[in-house]
């Protein structure tokens, strides 16, 4: 491969984190470029965001791309891409190495946000997307009179059933523990209706088929019997996670796998800084990783100032008009 | 959505019959978070692709005769069509990368 391109600031993810950092880096000045394999992440699949302050209602997947181009108009450049391993060099900068380009940089944002929580089981890479589905809200008028099975107990499998009953010809929820976690209204809203069914304590062992989705082997915890049940669609709905094992050798990173940072977006390393849900900070949502990634790009522009010789100043005041 | 905007009426025409290039169709609808997530990607691909490929997306809701023939489950589903038949076949999101090399074997 050519010799990688040099940036000031890498920022690896394009959600509302990566998005504002890429944003406030650029408008310092700095050569950014925003690596992700998509534009805006989670809040871009939210059909409706009420809560950003300023703005009473907007599609989410709009308002990243308002995110972006905003970005951009200050000079910082997109690229969709996986980015797969970070590389330290001898000279204190990064070699960022994505699936199909490297380029390297002073400072890295990470800001990748969180993925789907897998199952881990035989059958579920053979079978996603082949009937087994990470996303039940999003397409549930494709089940008109199937055999539904949503796994996970919390507030969005359960509402993820009762959405699903309305169309599917039965379904069954499987919660992994002595009783459902979501809230009780939802939980009563699901109850209400005839076609579900609910199994609690179960353990899926494996998605059961060869091309689709045949059924599910469930193992029950309480009697140690194993189950197969027949399903025409399964539902994995088991929350989010940190995927950020490929930064765990050059990073802190918590129980939950969530990136440890300090009070500036800092992590345990200098020239990485990191912003957003992939983090350790405990409120995920869409004004707080905007927020994040800000401080995340001000921050590294200390370490930049800090590291050329010139003296950094913590207040963002803006620039002279 | 840039590219192609594929339709019932004709996809036959703009698909099944195109004999020279691999034809990408993203299945998708507007009530789809995942496809919202999905449509720029192909719109870039339909720009960095150039002539190379036919590259477009069908709105499952305004066009439901063929994704019932195609089966469509779930979107978005992107399928890869050469010479009037899919090569290829995918459910959910997929990345840049991973698209442009499938349209890149089907050519």
């Known amino acids: 491969m050519a010799d990688a391109i040099v940036y000031d600031v890498v920022v690896v993810g394009g959600g509302a984190a990566g998005l504002t950092a890429g944003m406030f880096a650029a408008r310092r000045g700095y050569k950014t470029i925003i690596i992700s394999q998509d534009i805006g992440g ?33 000079g910082a450049e997109f690229k969709f891409d996986t980015v797969t ?33 897998h199952l881990n089981v035989p059958g579920e890479e053979k079978l996603n997307g082949k009937g087994l589905l990470y996303c039940a809200i999003c397409e ?12 996970g107990g919390g507030s969005s499998a359960v509402q993820a059933a009762t959405t699903l009953s309305k169309l599917a010809s039965d379904v069954t929820i499987i919660g992994s523990g002595e009783r459902l976690t979501a809230e ?59 995927k950020a094992g490929w930064v765990k050798e050059l990073l802190e990173t918590d129980a939950r796998g969530q990136i440890k940072i300090g009070p500036n977006c800092d992590t345990s390393r200098p020239g990485i800084f990191a912003a957003g849900d992939v983090t350790t900070i405990t409120f995920k949502q869409v004004v707080i990783s905007a927020g994040e990634g800000a401080k995340a790009a ?5 370490y ?14 803006g620039t002279k008009k | ?66 994704a019932q023939e195609y089966g469509i489950m779930s979107i978005p589903t992107l399928i890869i069509f050469k010479n009037g038949k899919p090569v290829w076949r995918v459910a959910g999101l997929q990345t840049k990368q991973a698209i442009l090399a499938e349209l890149k074997k089907a050519m």
């Open chain 1, 298 to 302: 001000l921050e590294a522009d200390q």
């Open chain 1, 304 to 317: 930049l100032l800090a590291k050329s010789g010139k003296r950094g100043g913590r207040i963002d005041w």
């Open chain 1, 42 to 74: 989670q809040a871009s699949t939210t059909p409706d965001i009420e809560n950003y302050p300023g703005i009473d209602f907007i599609d989410g997947a709009d308002l990243m791309k308002k995110f972006k181009a905003q970005g951009e108009k200050y």
């Open chain 2, 1 to 66: 959505m840039s590219g192609i905007e594929f339709t019932d009426a004709n996809f036959k025409t703009g698909v099944l019959a195109e004999a020279t290039k691999p034809v990408l169709v993203d299945f998708w609808a507007t009530w789809c978070g995942p496809c919202r997530v999905q449509s720029p990607i192909i719109e870039e691909i339909a720009k960095e692709i150039g002539v190379a490929a036919k590259v477009g997306a069908m709105d499952v809701d305004a066009q439901p005769n063929t």
């Open chain 1, 140 to 151: 549930p008028h494709f089940y008109r009179d199937r055999k539904v099975i949503v796994i």
């Open chain 1, 85 to 117: 391993t970070l590389v330290p060099k001898e000279d204190g900068t990064y070699l960022v190495k994505a699936a199909t380009s490297e380029v390297t940089t002073q400072v890295v944002i990470l800001a990748f946000g969180l993925s789907h929580r």
């Open chain 1, 184 to 242: 009780a209204v939802t939980v009563e809203r699901m109850q209400a209706k005839q076609n579900i069914t609910v199994l609690l304590n179960g353990e899926t062992k494996e998605v059961l088929g060869d091309t689709q989705v045949t059924g599910l082997r469930v193992l029950k915890k309480d009697t140690q019997e194993t189950v197969d049940l027949n399903a025409d669609v399964v539902f994995v709905e088991i929350g989010y996670m940190a």
